[in-house]
């Protein structure tokens, strides 16, 4: 019987770095054919969760921000780091909250990806929440500067259109939001 599983045998690890935003490592692994890799890099993250999020109006709620590494100010959907022993849905919830101020409404769960499943060991949960509301004023966190936008659904879609939307795990649930709510 052939084995379908195709799963590697890792042979060691070794931690290079090991911050709250940062943990990388270098495995040797064995693969199903018997090869051998002597360091396959691996980046290990907290899972992400993200929410396109819709007021009762049907406009987007964006957060606006610089990002360092790209040297760019962009808008994006409210994403943010689900905390040890935090449920997906109640980390979205509470990072729209914080970032935007906007809660309530009703909220499902949308698709679930991963940024690279070759290298990074975690997944980002994406939400669809609609009807929200503003219910309070942005609670940021020290080393955050954000700012709140809100879109019609022409300006998300024209963002999406032009690359405007840079972060991948943002703009897949946007387009699977668009293709199925036409």
């Known amino acids: 019987m052939e084995n ?11 931690y290079l770095i090991e911050k709250p935003w940062l943990t990388a490592r270098v495995d040797k692994v064995e693969l199903p054919t018997g090869a051998v890799i002597d360091e396959y890099y691996v980046l290990e993250y907290p899972d992400w969760v993200n929410t396109i999020a819709i007021t009762k109006e049907g406009k987007f ?10 040297g760019k100010t962009v ?15 109640a980390a979205a919830r509470r990072e729209l909250m914080e970032e935007t101020g906007f ?8 698709m679930t990806i991963s940024a690279n499943p070759s ?12 009807d929200v509301e503003l219910l309070s004023e942005q609670h940021l966190d020290e080393g955050e500067d954000v700012q709140v936008r809100i879109f019609t659904r022409q300006e998300v879609e024209d963002m999406l259109q032009k690359g405007e939307v840079w972060q991948s795990l943002m703009a897949a649930p946007l387009w699977k939001y668009f293709a199925l709510n036409q």
Not at 75 to 89: F, T, Y
Not at 119 to 130: G, K, S
């Open 61 to 70: 709620v964006f957060v606006r921000q610089y990002r360092y590494a790209l």
């Open 119 to 130: 290298t990074h060991t975690n997944l980002t949960h994406c939400f669809l929440a609609t």
């Open 4 to 14: 379908n599983d195709m799963k590697w045998k890792t042979l060691s690890q070794r």
């Open 75 to 89: 808008n994006e959907l409210c994403a943010g780091v689900i905390e040890k022993g935090e449920e997906p849905m």
């Open 103 to 110: 809660g309530g409404g009703n909220w499902q769960e949308w």
